[in-house]
C-alpha cells in the first residue's frame, strides 16, 4: 500500500479533505466488489458528502492514477453494460444491441452511458482486474449490469438462485449438458461474457417427453428468434467456442426476477461529466474524436456577453478594461461551477456555458447578474453590464477545435437569444421558464417572467421568449 499512501498524499493537496478520507478507507477496508465500477453518488450519499465534491475527487484521483475511469454504454431497459471502454472516444454513435432485451439502441449521453472508477491495481489488486476469474454471481454484479442496478450487498447468490434454473462455467472449447424441468413461464438462456442469449416461451400443455435444445456460444452476437417449448424435461447442451470462459445462466422470467433485478439507483451519466467544470479542466483535449458525433437528448446552454465593451477599452483604458473583464470572467467561471454547470468556452467577452437542468443555468444568471451589479458599485462606475441568454433542448457533443464542444439548433438558438438582450437582461425560451423547478426559483424571489415576441435570426420556427426581471 506504499504507492497507495503516496498517491494519496499527492490527492490531499488538491481535494476536499473529507472525500480524501472517504477514498482512502474504501481503498483501504472495502471488499472487492465495492471497488469496482464504483456509483459515485451512491457512494457520495452514503458518506454523506456533496456529490459535486465527490465527482471531482474520484477525478483528481484517477488524474493521478489512483482510480481507473470507464464510459459504459447501458441498455435503457436492464441497465445492462453492453460496452465499456476507458474512453468517450471509443464510444460508436451507432446502435448497440441487448441481447438479455432483445433491443436496438442508439446511445445517448443522458441515460445510455454511465461513468464509473475502478481502483487501480498500482493502489490495490482486486478480483475485477481479471473478470476471467471471478465467479459466476460476481460477475453478474461486477462487469454484466451498470452501476444503476441496486443488487443485494450480501446473499446475492441465494437471491439470484431464486429466479435461476441452472447455471454453468464453460471454460473455452468446453461443452455441457443440463437437465431440467421448464416451468410455464417464459425463460432465457443468457450468457454475460458474449452477451447472447436464446429466449423460450414455455407454453401450451405439459409433457413428459424430453425436449431438446443446443446452444453454440461463438463471438458472433446475432439476435436469436425465441423458441415455444411446453412445460417439462428438457436436455440443454451447451458448447464454447469462443476463446475465453463462459457463464451460461438459466433465468425464469417473473414477478420475483423482476423484483430482484428491477430495482435502480441514480448514477453519474456522460451527460453530467461533460457538464463538470473539473472534468473539463483536467481532459481539455481528450474527450472525443474529431468525427464523433454522441446525442444528448436535453442540456441547457447560457451565453453571456457584457455590452459596450469595446467603449469601455476606450473610456478606461486598456490595463484597467483588461483587469474588469478578467475579474467578470473569474466571477462567472465561479459561479457556473457553483451551480454545478461548466464552461465550454469564451469567445470574446463571451461565455458559453452548460448545465444539466434548466433551473440550475436559471439560478447562475440571476447570480451572475447581481455579481455584476455589486462590482459595478464597488468600483462606482456601470462598466460591466452583462447580457444572459438562456435554452434547453437537444444538442451534439463534439469536438470542435481540439476542445469538446456542443453542436446543434439548440445552441444557436441560445446564443441569438443572448443577442436580444438588453444591458443587464436575462431572457430564457420557454422550456427553461416553464421547467418546474425554474417555476418555483422564480416565484420564490417574486419574478415574474415577461413574455417578449422577436424573430430569431437563421431560425426559421417561432420561439417563445421571456425576460427574466
Known amino acids: 500500500m506504499s504507492e497507495a499512501q503516496d498517491l494519496f498524499a499527492v490527492l490531499r493537496q488538491s481535494t476536499d479533505a473529507d472525500c480524501v478520507n472517504a477514498l482512502a478507507r474504501l481503498v483501504r477496508e472495502a471488499p472487492d466488489r465495492k471497488l469496482t465500477r464504483i456509483n459515485v453518488l451512491a457512494f457520495a450519499r452514503a458518506e454523506g458528502v456533496d456529490e459535486e465534491q465527490m465527482i471531482t475527487a474520484f477525478l483528481q484521483a484517477a488524474r493521478i492514477g489512483l482510480f481507473d475511469l470507464s464510459w459504459n454504454v447501458l441498455c435503457p431497459s436492464c441497465s445492462g453494460v453492453l460496452d465499456a471502454n476507458a474512453s468517450l472516444k471509443s464510444v460508436r454513435s451507432g446502435q448497440y444491441h441487448c441481447a438479455f432485451c432483445n433491443l436496438d439502441n442508439e446511445p445517448t449521453l443522458d441515460e445510455?452511458?454511465?461513468?464509473?472508477?475502478?481502483?487501480?491495481?498500482?493502489?490495490?489488486?482486486?478480483?475485477?482486474?481479471?473478470?476471467?476469474?471471478?465467479?459466476l454471481w460476481e460477475y453478474y454484479r461486477q462487469v454484466f449490469w451498470g452501476s444503476g442496478v441496486e443488487l443485494p450487498d450480501s446473499d446475492l447468490e441465494p437471491t439470484l438462485q431464486q429466479i435461476t434454473l441452472d447455471a454453468v462455467e464453460l471454460p473455452a472449447g468446453e461443452k455441457a449438458l443440463l437437465s431440467l424441468q421448464l416451468p410455464a413461464n417464459f425463460v432465457i438462456v443468457l450468457e454475460p461474457v458474449t452477451h447472447t442469449a436464446q429466449f423460450i416461451d414455455v407454453k401450451g400443455e405439459p409433457t413428459a417427453d424430453r425436449q431438446a435444445l443446443s446452444v453454440v456460444y461463438n463471438n458472433l452476437?446475432?439476435?436469436?428468434?425465441?423458441?415455444?417449448?411446453?412445460?417439462?424435461?428438457?436436455?440443454?447442451?451447451?458448447?464454447?467456442?469462443?476463446?475465453?470462459?463462459?457463464?451460461?445462466?438459466?433465468?425464469?422470467?417473473?414477478?420475483?426476477f423482476e423484483g430482484i433485478t428491477g430495482k435502480r439507483r441514480p448514477f453519474l451519466t456522460a451527460k453530467r461529466l461533460l457538464s463538470n467544470q473539473t472534468f473539463r479542466d483536467i481532459y481539455r483535449t481528450d474527450t472525443l474524436d474529431v468525427d464523433q458525433r454522441l446525442k444528448i437528448t436535453s442540456l441547457t446552454f447560457l451565453f453571456t456577453d457584457l455590452k459596450g465593451s469595446t467603449e469601455l477599452y476606450e473610456r478606461v483604458g486598456d490595463l484597467v478594461a483588461f483587469d474588469l473583464v478578467r475579474e467578470h470572467f473569474r466571477t462567472l467561471n465561479e459561479i457556473v461551477a457553483d451551480e454545478g454547470g461548466a464552461v465550454v468556452k469564451t469567445i470574446g467577452d463571451a461565455v458559453m456555458a452548460t448545465f444539466l437542468t434548466p433551473d440550475q443555468a436559471l439560478a447562475a444568471g440571476l447570480r451572475m447578474r447581481e455579481a455584476m451589479r455589486k462590482l459595478n458599485e464597488t468600483h462606482g462606475?456601470?462598466?460591466?453590464?452583462?447580457k444572459i441568454g438562456i435554452h434547453e433542448g437537444p444538442c451534439l457533443a463534439v469536438n470542435l477545435n481540439e476542445r469538446q464542444d456542443y453542436f446543434g439548433q439548440t445552441v444557436n438558438i441560445a446564443s441569438r437569444v443572448q443577442g436580444l438582450a438588453l444591458s443587464r437582461s436575462i431572457l430564457a425560451t420557454a422550456p427553461v421558464v416553464h421547467n418546474p423547478k425554474s417555476a418555483s426559483l422564480l416565484s420564490g424571489n417574486g419574478q415574474k417572467p415577461v413574455a417578449q415576441s422577436q424573430p430569431l435570426r437563421g431560425i426559421a420556427t417561432e420561439v417563445a421568449i421571456y425576460e427574466i426581471p
Open 381 to 386: 462606475r456601470e462598466d460591466l453590464l452583462l
Open 112 to 135: 445510455m452511458v454511465e461513468v464509473t472508477f475502478t481502483v487501480s491495481p498500482r493502489a490495490r489488486r482486486i478480483a475485477a482486474h481479471n473478470p476471467d476469474e471471478l465467479p
Open 221 to 256: 452476437r446475432a439476435p436469436g428468434a425465441a423458441l415455444e417449448m411446453r412445460p417439462g424435461p428438457i436436455r440443454l447442451s451447451l458448447e464454447n467456442r469462443t476463446g475465453t470462459r463462459v457463464l451460461p445462466t438459466v433465468w425464469v422470467v417473473s414477478k420475483k
